[in-house]
């Protein structure tokens, strides 16, 4: 019984995987492919021959510093993380254990923000960016997208459910807001926000228009927008742009299985909750 | 969909002008500091710079191989030139023309900026580009060194603001060994509408579609406007204050194409590009497509594929063309120095066009065109005679989106979800309404 | 927004007696200030880049506003009139970008909260190769929108394509117009959207799955209840919270679909495919018309809100 469900369980991880992976696949074999080979129709399977011009270009070609890219998107994505969980966890913690005047306005604005699209403000946020002179540095693709209703509100609905007598014991220690917020409410929130780093690190990693319009020295671009660059016009060159994603793609994969642990796993709060 | 012609491709035109950069020494860097300076002379027109280091912006939008050609010849002038960095910006045309506003406006935008003529107008009216009659003047250019039509291009409301360098024409490709293969002569490229038809249906016979048509503007909706022009139609009116791509000419040239797939000489549902992969691939034999082709028919050895004029399926001879412009972006602060500089990259650029016209393209300048070099050229001065007849767009501001509009028609006709005649009546319908908006935007 | 503001009421009207701790309740210790000097550092952001955008928005909105040109005037509320006069030349696009996101949202939001839902459940117990399937799943997501919009756009062609070349060689239809004809443009937006961001809803449901206790499917399993019993009443009420996150979260990534339909559909059969997000950015940044994308983006923010003031009732969430 146990092993047939198992066998079976593995049946379907299999076919899934099978499904997320061909795609992926296929790039990676137009990525050792020729630029001819590449458009071949139809489409060869086995690359032939077996080229590294994708790889050549990418690593040899000063005019690509997808390298540069790659670094450019890592410190954006990253700083956006770190300032995205500061600003919302102390955000959100004032607006789940504290009494204050126009508490409830204050939540409802910014619930009310969470649900307007970034990307119809792209024109306004621009000029404003502008007018801080920020146009074509890391700041305009780190902070503006860090005033994350989401971040506030995902933490507030988190902590809300950690039990405050948790607190208490530290309370009666004389331990003062900052104390308790930094020594007892943020440990028992890894996972929440461990999520939200990931969640805030993977949406400004896959930005794609607010970069395309705020960055112009090619030396400044993030990932996305580089590939982008490479995507050239009618003849695209797609074991250049595969072999990019790939070499672009392994390192968060790698984030990816080094952080699920963390985000996944990190701390179970069963028994808190029960 | 594609906001302007050039959007999405790179067009070989590169603009590197070629000839038509020959000689000119865009001193029209002059005009825009005459406004703001008083018109203090900013160099000898180009032939030197002795004052201190300057830096220039060049943005154009040539992703491809042209672009890496550029990059080099660029290199080449920063390592001749001492005090004078030319740093190049590359994007592609469609993220191009939605950034070049916000940069300028900014103030991180480029000391100069490569042009399709059909945009010139909308920089213009808004006051992104500077005027370059003094320029075209103190180069003596003249009419009759270009082609009257992109001549023209570059002016808007009397005034020049693009100094015209290449132009580039959509061009016959056909597959010799397709053609072989189907009992064709492949050293006869059809050439009118009978031959064609004819070649058509040979190819059938031997189990080949042999002329896709793409849905999209690259490069069926750019077969259409050839089509429409053949067929002696016009998309707008002289004004440019109606459109015209209702008219029966029209509907009867994209009549013709949509049928084309009713009779199996293509496949339904042509995909972005498939029209072209296919042609290299054998799939099909014959492709419009843009003169930039030639150089990357060029990378491959073994590709049998050969270039001839656009054969003449209506009435008269025509052909799609649009042409790459540089021009002089106004900035905030205007500096004589930085002026001085452009010129003399232009003007070195310009003597190093054929360098250029070698990597595909037509150039402007009549005199190149002429030159014996240039006919040396194979592939690209076979296009050249296109010259004389290709239908440009014209110059009228906030022109992208009309243009888009007329691709869209021809996109729900090919793909079957109108008929020709409804599909353009609907197009022109909201074309209409889109020109009377422009007209009270920018007021002319 | 009212009811909105209700949820995060719920508890705040219900004062703690003086002193007592009430689970999730508002305490006060500390200064009057503590509170505002933990807000300060997100209110600068907010201010900045969350307020002031939207009251900037809504003053481009009554403008006709373009990056260059000087003259900016004021046009009351032309803007939004246009959008709802089937004589401007703007009706027939906007509204049709309105059916394009619509449909867009309507097929892949349920698509995109269950699929992972259903990964999650697969990827929660322990087995040998986990890490690696959770890391299979996951793969799509870090590839930014033009690497997989290029792949599948060739992937995906009617007549070249290696979709229908495999569904012809198992001896199913393999001439369907994947990308330029409707339903089957949806289809492919859909499924590769599903493909793309499954993996990252995935990840979100594992971490709400963690935190219900081991001891409530024991609890339920010594009732007797079975697989499916156990689902529907521990797990499922156990995920709620996560579930609206999900929900709310997806519907507004679908809303602004873009990316997708842009270089894959590029909006064809006609302008069919085309969302608004695509008709915003085109109008404010190409069109230079950006008071008529500021009365486009309001619009559709507001269609947005009620779309979520929906769904919050509908889960009512609480602490409890």
């Known amino acids: ?274 | 969909m594609i906001q302007n012609e050039m959007s999405r491709r790179r067009l070989l035109g590169l603009g590197v002008g070629l000839g038509a950069a020959a000689s000119l020494t865009l001193a029209g860097c002059g005009g825009g500091s005459a406004t703001k300076s008083g018109g203090t002379a900013s160099g000898n027109g180009g032939k030197d710079y002795t004052g201190p280091k300057v830096s220039l912006n060049l943005w154009n939008g040539f992703t491809g191989g042209d672009g890496d050609i550029f990059k080099k010849l660029v290199e080449q002038f920063n390592s001749e030139h001492q005090n004078i960095a030319v740093a190049v910006n590359t994007y592609r045309w469609e993220d191009y023309y939605s950034k070049l506003p916000g940069a300028v406006s900014s103030g991180s935008g480029p000391d100069i900026a490569v042009m399709h003529m059909d945009q010139l107008a909308t920089f213009a009216a808004r006051g992104v580009i500077t005027e370059l009659d003094d320029v075209a003047k103190a180069l003596e250019l003249s009419e009759g060194d270009f082609a009257p039509t992109v001549w023209k291009g570059g002016i808007y409301n009397n005034k020049r603001y693009g100094i015209p360098l290449d132009m580039h024409p959509l061009g016959f490709y056909y597959n010799k060994a397709v053609m072989q293969k189907a009992g064709l002569d492949p050293n006869k490229p059809p050439t009118d509408k009978d031959e064609f038809t004819a070649a058509l249906t040979e190819l059938k016979k031997s189990g080949v579609q042999g002329f896709w048509i793409s849905p999209f503007q690259f490069t069926g909706g750019m077969t259409f406007y050839s089509l429409l022009h053949q067929w002696g139609g016009t998309l707008f009116d002289a004004d440019v204050a109606k459109a015209t791509f209702n008219s029966d000419p029209a509907v009867e040239a994209c009549t013709w194409l949509v049928d084309l797939i009713k009779q199996g000489h293509s496949p339904a549902n042509v995909g972005q590009d498939a029209d072209y992969l296919a042609l290299k691939s054998g799939k099909n034999a014959f492709n419009f497509n843009g003169i930039w082709q030639i150089n990357d028919i060029a990378k491959d050895p073994n590709a049998q594929i050969g270039v001839a004029e656009v054969p003449q399926i209506g009435s008269q001879k025509a052909v799609w063309a649009n042409s790459h412009n540089f021009t002089i972006v106004k900035q905030r602060s205007a500096d004589n120095n930085k002026v001085s500089g452009a010129k003399v990259f232009i003007n070195w650029l310009s003597e190093h066009s054929l360098d250029w016209a070698k990597g595909g393209q037509v150039p402007a300048r009549k005199q190149v065109r002429e030159s014996a070099e240039f006919k040396g050229i194979k592939d690209v001065s076979t296009l050249a005679p296109e010259l004389e007849y290709a239908a440009f767009p014209p110059a009228a501001p906030g022109l992208g989106e009309v243009l888009t509009t007329f691709y869209t028609s021809f996109n729900e006709a090919a793909l079957g979800k109108k008929s020709p005649k409804q599909a353009l009546d609907d197009g022109v319908a909201k074309a209409n309404k889109q020109l009377e908006d422009n007209r009270k935007k920018y007021g002319s | 927004m009212a009811d909105v503001i209700e949820v995060g009421a719920a508890h705040r009207d219900a004062p703690p007696p003086a002193g007592s701790k009430t689970r999730g309740g508002a305490t006060n210790r500390g200064s009057r200030a503590t509170p505002y000097l933990f807000l300060a550092p997100y209110l600068v952001l907010f201010g900045v880049f969350g307020l002031l955008p939207i009251i900037f928005g809504l003053w481009l909105s009554v403008h006709q506003w373009d990056l260059q040109l000087p003259n900016r005037p004021f046009v009351g509320l032309d803007n939004y009139k246009d959008l709802f006069d089937s004589d401007s030349a703007i009706y027939g696009d906007w509204w049709s970008s309105v059916r394009a996101t619509g449909i867009f949202t309507v097929f892949s939001v349920p698509l995109l909260v269950a699929v992972p839902l259903g990964l999650a459940l697969l990827l929660n117990r322990s087995f040998p190769g986990r890490t690696f399937f959770r890391a299979v799943y996951f793969a799509p997501y870090v590839l930014g929108v033009a690497v997989i919009g290029l792949l599948w756009r060739f992937l995906l062609d009617a007549n070249l394509g290696l979709v229908n070349r495999l569904l012809g060689a198992v001896g199913l239809p393999s001439d369907t117009p994947w990308v330029t004809d409707v339903p089957w443009a949806w289809v492919s937006l859909v499924g590769v959207t599903v493909w793309w961001t499954s993996g990252f809803n995935a990840v979100i449901y594992l971490a709400g799955l963690q935190d219900i206790s081991p001891e409530l499917y024991e609890a339920a399993r010594m009732d007797g209840a079975n697989g499916w019993q156990r689902f529907r009443n521990v797990t499922l009420p156990g995920l709620r919270p996560v579930m609206l996150f999900v929900l709310t979260t997806t519907i507004l990534a679908s809303a602004n679909v873009f990316g997708q339909s842009y270089l894959i559909t590029q909006g064809a059969p006609g302008q069919q495919t085309r969302t608004v997000v695509w008709r915003i950015v085109d109008e404010g940044l190409r069109d230079n018309d950006a008071g008529r994308a500021a009365a486009m983006s309001i619009i559709f923010a507001l269609a947005l809100i009620v779309i979520s003031i929906v769904n919050f009732r509908f889960f009512r969430f609480r602490e409890d």
């Open chain 1, 1 to 274: 019984m146990t092993t047939l469900r198992r066998s079976g369980r593995y049946a379907v991880l299999v076919l899934l995987a099978l499904v997320f992976l061909i795609p992926l696949l296929w790039m990676v074999i137009t990525s050792v492919k020729t630029y001819g080979d590449a458009q071949r129709i139809p489409p060869s399977i086995v690359p032939n021959p077996f080229s590294t011009h994708g790889y050549d270009q990418i690593l040899g070609n000063t005019a690509n510093p997808v390298l540069r890219w790659f670094l450019n998107s890592m410190l954006a994505a990253t700083l956006h993380a770190l300032l995205v969980l500061v600003t919302a966890s102390m955000a959100a913690y004032a607006l789940a254990r504290m009494r204050f005047r126009g508490r409830g306005l204050l939540f409802a604005l910014i619930v009310g923000t969470l649900f307007i699209p970034p990307t119809s403000l792209i024109i306004p946020n621009f000029v404003i960016a502008d007018r801080l002179g920020w146009l074509d540095t890391l700041l305009v693709i780190t902070v503006p997208g860090a005033a994350s209703a989401f971040g506030v509100f995902f933490l507030r609905q988190f902590f809300i459910s950690i039990p405050a007598e948790l607190e208490e014991a530290a309370v009666l220690d004389g331990a003062n807001q900052w104390q308790i917020f930094v020594r007892v409410l943020l440990p028992l929130s890894k996972p929440a926000l461990a999520t939200l780093a990931v969640l805030s690190f993977l949406t400004n990693w896959n930005d794609f228009l607010w970069p395309l319009y705020v960055l112009f020295s090619p030396e400044r671009l993030t990932l996305p927008t580089g590939l982008g660059l490479l995507q050239g016009s009618y003849n695209t060159d797609y074991p250049v742009i595969m072999a990019g994603a790939v070499l672009a793609s392994v390192p968060v994969l790698i984030l990816f299985v080094a952080a699920q642990r963390h985000i996944i796993q990190g701390v179970s709060r069963s028994g808190l909750k029960g």
